[in-house]
């Protein structure tokens, strides 16, 4: 096992690839960079700004990367997980079936192929698609999410929300302060807004029941399709 320690600006860009082993990173009060795992190259890029580092010669190997808080990470792994613990900057992560986790960042690009995708809190613009996988969040801001098979959750967003899957629950507790679109084809949508909130509406469903105890009004317009599953509206 190879240890590395890189001393690098607190405003350091790691970039990281991995064929197929497990990448974990972790972001906590420190000033260098430490890289740990087997077979892996790491080259400093643009002075000193930037750390791309790969895996993956000779089989499946996992990396294991410490950074400071605020660190803005790009990943890409082909059937590897990708787990972020503690507070990141500008996040981006594809992989093509390992699941994704994220604790924290400001923003967050997060796609997975047949993997799921977990974000606990973003404060700016998140995006999160899974072909497969179920996409879980905590509190985001502007929020973009995409599935096919798999359900969408998303514990609160404050801003703009779009959410599309075919088969797949969406379920979200939006403040207002943005449109809101979600379409899918079987899957349930159920949408909790505050209390009062006046609405301007589009609903749009063939078989599907739809609830809406709201009032009509321009506090925030909504958008909800879906051919077969019910629609309902909740306050919060």
Do not use: Y
Request: proline content about 3%; glycine content about 14%.
């Amino acid at each position: 096992m190879d240890l590395q320690h890189f001393d690098l600006p607190v405003a350091v860009t790691l970039r990281l690839q991995s064929r197929s082993g497990a990448i974990n990173i972790v972001a906590e009060p420190r000033e260098d960079v430490v890289v740990e795992g087997e077979k892996f190259d790491a080259t400093e890029a643009d002075g000193g700004a930037m750390l791309e580092v790969r895996s993956g010669h000779g089989g499946a190997k996992s990396l294991s990367v410490r950074c400071p808080v605020g660190t803005d990470v790009v990943v890409g792994t082909q059937s590897g997980g990708v787990s972020l613990t503690g507070e990141f900057g500008t996040v981006s992560v594809t992989t093509m079936s390992g699941n994704i986790d994220v604790e924290r960042a400001d923003e967050a690009d997060l796609r997975s192929g047949a993997g799921g995708v977990h974000l606990g809190s973003c404060g700016g613009r998140c995006r999160m698609n899974s072909m497969s996988g179920s996409i879980i969040a905590g509190s985001v801001g502007a929020a973009s999410a995409g599935t096919v098979s798999g359900s969408i959750t998303i514990d609160r967003v404050a801003g703009r929300l779009k959410a599309r899957s075919v088969s797949g629950t969406i379920k979200a507790s939006c403040d207002g302060e943005g449109a809101i679109v979600v379409k899918t084809v079987s899957g349930k949508v159920h949408l909790e807004l505050p209390t009062g909130t006046a609405l301007e509406t589009r609903f749009k469903t063939l078989s599907g029941k739809v609830r809406n105890p709201f009032p009509v009004g321009h506090d925030c317009r909504l958008e909800a399709m879906s051919i077969s599953g019910s629609i309902e509206l909740v306050p919060s």
